[in-house]
């Protein structure tokens, strides 16, 4: 696939990378916008240590997955590691997938209420909210976890993402944990579309400009987009009783716990280095967590592949160091090595 043109020209489109005449190279991945912050600013510095671009269209994971399994990208990004039917389509179309952890993040439960600061809420309620049985912000269950507080009598204007989102897979493996109607009605999902009278909104940016801008609105996003954003988000009880902040710390409590559980059900099961984070125990546990994973064949074009693995590797490793001014949590030192050793077992032809 790579190429060298005669007359130089100044670049070649491949379908997973760009090949320029002086040897530069582009790598074309996307998916998730759960990790988009922390790839924006990976992609700055690779470049700035290496010269390969790296070219990530936040498309949502669902997206992701199903460019990967194309091959209209080298590699795909989703926060939902794939189910059983993903899996099978795209090994029958590439053989085996790997994935790769890249970063561990919260999902924070933002909110438009301008004079409430530090609300509290727990997972039954949000799943209540979700489901239309709580309507107003000031429900006696929210103000029972909210004392002192003169909740306003305001519609809830609940948001959701539009299309398939990691982001909505770790909402709903969270809510399915801590409700059972939940779990029964809606389940693990990459999308709610099937929830009446909940508007869709394009990306976490959609879901945290739709909050933002609407009186009484609640949302989901990774934490990144409230920070950005300059938007309030709860804090959420956990499985100690503790209410908790979506931060660095409370995200490296629950993966603490979490990581070292034996796995149960898919698509968790399906995969080597997925886990599921959510509800997780401990006293600092941020109960809303998820990895945002790298979803990658293990047969890769011999002319590109080695440029996507080297910049995986660097991620896994050096570039965690960026994690937590992200508002992200890096990964365990014992998941960067299994990361590492799942890629060196990444073949070239």
Request: glycine share 10%; charged share 20%.
């Amino acid at each position: 696939m790579k190429i060298r043109s005669v007359l130089c020209l100044s670049l070649i489109w491949l379908s997973l990378g760009l090949i320029g005449c002086g040897g530069t190279t582009r790598i074309h991945a996307g998916g998730a916008t759960f990790i988009g912050p922390i790839m924006d600013r990976w992609a700055s510095e690779y470049r700035n240590k290496t010269g390969v671009e790296i070219d990530y269209a936040k498309t949502g994971s669902g997206q992701g997955i199903r460019d990967m399994a194309a091959r209209n990208i080298l590699f795909g990004c989703t926060d939902a590691p794939m189910n059983k039917d993903e899996l099978a389509k795209a090994e029958a179309a590439g053989g085996t997938v790997f994935h790769i952890p890249l970063a561990m993040g919260a999902v924070a439960i933002i909110y438009n209420l301008p004079d409430i600061k530090d609300l509290k809420l727990s997972g039954p309620v949000i799943a209540d909210i979700y489901l239309g049985h709580i309507k107003t912000w000031n429900d006696p269950r929210i103000a029972t976890l909210n004392p002192g507080k003169t909740l306003p009598n305001l519609e809830i204007n609940r948001v959701t993402r539009d299309k398939d989102s990691g982001t909505t897979s770790i909402f709903t493996d969270y809510l399915s944990k801590v409700s059972q109607e939940f779990q029964t009605r809606v389940g693990i999902k990459k999308n709610l579309n099937d929830l009446k009278d909940v508007p869709g909104q394009a990306g976490s940016d959609g879901v945290a400009q739709f909050v933002k801008n609407t009186p009484g609105g609640l949302g989901y996003v990774e934490v990144a987009y409230a920070y950005s954003g300059g938007i309030e988000y709860a804090a959420i009880e956990n499985a100690a009783g503790n209410f908790v902040k979506p931060t660095a710390a409370a995200v490296t409590a629950a993966a603490a716990n979490a990581i070292t559980e034996d796995k149960s059900g898919e698509p968790f099961t399906l995969h080597d280095l997925t886990y599921s984070l959510t509800n997780a125990k401990g006293e600092q546990s941020y109960p809303i967590v998820g990895i945002s994973y790298a979803i990658v064949y293990q047969q890769l074009p011999a002319d590109i592949g080695p440029a996507a693995v080297e910049f995986l590797k660097w991620a896994v490793t050096d570039g965690q160091r960026f994690a937590e001014e992200l508002h992200y949590a890096p990964l365990p030192e014992e998941l960067q090595k299994r990361c590492l050793a799942k890629l060196a077992e990444v073949k070239f032809q």
